[in-house]
């Protein structure tokens, strides 16, 4: 089956078994360790950006 044929499915699933299909491929991601390696990254880059900011924040506002 290829990449349009999933997507031409998808599309026409009523409103229940859209939703039912949204929970399982978001429970199907979060179980690919591949996923969840790029999510770690994403979010120890984030977290160290968001440092910082705060550190940068921090120096101006004792600036005179």
């Known amino acids: 089956m290829k990449v349009d044929e999933v997507a031409e499915a998808i599309a026409k699933l009523p409103p229940d078994q859209l939703d039912r ?3 399982w491929f978001a429970a199907f991601e979060a179980g690919r360790s591949d996923h969840a390696k790029e999510l770690d990254s994403t979010a ?3 977290g160290r950006l968001a440092g910082r900011a705060l550190a940068e924040l921090k120096k101006r506002a004792k600036e005179p």
């Open 44 to 46: 120890t880059k984030l």
């Open 21 to 23: 299909f949204r929970r």
